[in-house]
């Protein structure tokens, strides 16, 4: 998760020159380079549809675009097909709404102590594994995702639909990267700027304290923006109670479970404590009572989790093929360290009390969205490990209709734009993902993408994600 170790700056100029360099032709690509379907009417016909609502899924279903919105769905034998339509008939695949990724930084972290910006890689990463919406949650660069975004929208570069959060905001000695905020008026000041600046969210950090996260809650709310938080320094019950409107990473950083917490301090070694913590007991039941009742949701980010703990399936080749190889080392290097069977911190248990936290708060009437967080020991990669969420939230109990729902309509609903993505529905965006597979039945269909519809335009997936190889930890 974002420092979840604090690695060192690390912008390794000279190899972004080099690579950029040896990339030629594909540093020159648009967004057009990569379309397959451009037609202004599009019939996707024979496949099965979840559609994002938390219906069951529809078999043999048609779904029509007409100029980049959803025109109509529903059963093939009854959905009309348009004249002149680019018919594409997807009998065995499976269609889905395009994935909101709600904890997606354009910057990355690895093992080594490496941090660089992802604007290269990581929109081509997103929108090649089916994410057609992220919000930052978080920048170190700010102007720099500011100017990403809007090259995508201008089609220079592609990738997904870009929510923009401010720098981080964090008390404490040292920030790094991050806005310190001292006082109030100082949180209020920061609000202010990047509300003008065209930032949409806020996202405090560990050592922020109550009285500047409640300023800057209120001040964000005044100017029409919303705030999330990693949390720690201030517990999840507290933050409810000032008016915070996302919670991050869910049960390891929830404070409120570590017994040395004391008001305004964030515990040393606090993640470990709490993550040997009874997720279903008294503390459980009050902290997701208080996130219901104030209808606080949560993000999970279980593929930056996963990595952290030993023997997890977490070196698939195309994560590898994906990084420089000097990132490869470092990453494979730390994670037969993870596996040596050494002394570690971290437990599978402690991994499944992760996920029953996050099962428990929607049994118990939450609203989950995810998001990779390709921070962490940088196992977790742009739009990979979006998907693994998908893999690991179906681990932890939830099925293939709740997991679309989570990674779909909920982050759209909670980005206030489900009217507009989030849904096979008529009359929204037609932001879809299409599957090689049955996705019901078999979760790792969500890693076979063919083509993502973005605004109704098809992208191809296999030829966005060769266009990264080896870019991952450099650009």
């Not at 680019?86 to 490496?114: E, N, Q, S, W």
């Not at 279903?280 to 989790?305: C, E, Y």
């Not at 998907?387 to 909670?414: C, D, H, S, Y």
Request: hydrophobic content about 40%; aromatic content about 6%; glycine content about 12%.
């Amino acid at each position: 998760m974002s420092r979840m170790i604090r690695p060192t700056l690390a912008l390794v100029a000279l190899s972004a020159v080099a690579a950029r360099g040896a990339a030629g032709q594909a540093g020159s690509q648009t967004a057009h380079d990569f379309v397959t379907v451009s037609d202004p009417v599009v019939a996707l016909t024979n496949v099965t549809v979840i559609d994002g609502t938390g219906a069951a899924p529809h078999t043999n279903y048609s779904v029509i675009i007409r100029d980049g919105k959803i025109a109509a769905v529903g059963p093939a034998t009854s959905v009309q097909t348009p004249p002149g339509a680019h018919v594409i008939d997807l009998p065995g695949r499976t269609v889905i709404p395009g994935i909101v990724g709600m904890h997606d930084h354009l910057f990355y972290t690895a093992a080594g102590g490496r941090q660089v910006l992802l604007g290269y890689s990581g929109p081509r990463l997103y929108l090649g594994s089916g994410v057609t919406t992220i919000r930052t949650t978080g920048a170190t660069a700010p102007y720099a995702d500011i100017n990403t975004k809007r090259a995508i929208d201008a089609g220079r570069e592609p990738g997904p639909h870009i929510y923009v959060t401010a720098p981080y905001i964090t008390g404490g000695a040292g920030g790094g990267d991050m806005a310190v905020i001292e006082t109030p008026e100082q949180a209020r000041h920061f609000v202010d700027y990047w509300a003008s600046e065209g930032a949409s969210w806020i996202k405090a950090y560990t050592d922020i304290r109550r009285a500047e996260l409640k300023a800057a809650i209120d001040e964000a709310h005044r100017r029409g923006m919303k705030v999330t938080g990693h949390l720690c320094s201030v517990t999840y019950e507290e933050a409810v109670g000032l008016g915070i409107d996302n919670l991050e990473h869910g049960f390891m950083t929830a404070t409120d479970f570590d017994p040395q917490k004391q008001p305004d301090v964030c515990p040393t070694g606090s993640m470990v404590r709490v993550a040997s913590m009874n997720p279903r007991g008294t503390t459980g039941h009050d902290v997701i009572k208080a996130m219901v009742d104030h209808h606080v949701p949560m993000t999970s980010t279980l593929a930056v989790l996963e990595p952290f703990f030993p023997n997890r399936p977490v070196t698939d080749q195309r994560t590898l093929d994906a990084m420089a190889p000097e990132v490869r080392q470092a990453y494979l290097a730390m994670r037969a360290h993870i596996d040596s069977g050494g002394k570690w911190p971290f437990t599978t248990e402690m991994l499944h009390n992760a996920m029953a936290f996050e099962k428990a708060f929607v049994d118990g009437g939450g609203m989950l969205a995810a998001g990779v967080d390709p921070t962490g020991i940088g196992g977790a990669l742009p739009g990979f490990g979006d998907q693994r969420n998908f893999e690991l939230l179906a681990e932890a109990g939830f099925t293939p209709v709740q997991v679309v729902q989570i990674m779909t309509a909920n982050g759209a609903k909670i980005l206030g734009a489900y009217d507009h993505f989030g849904s096979v529905e008529p009359g929204k965006q037609a932001d879809l993902v299409v599957l090689d597979g049955n996705l019901a039945s078999d979760p790792s269909a969500i890693r076979k993408v063919s083509t993502v519809f973005k605004d109704g335009v098809g992208y191809d997936s296999a030829k966005l994600i060769a266009s990264v190889k080896g870019h991952v930890g450099i650009d």
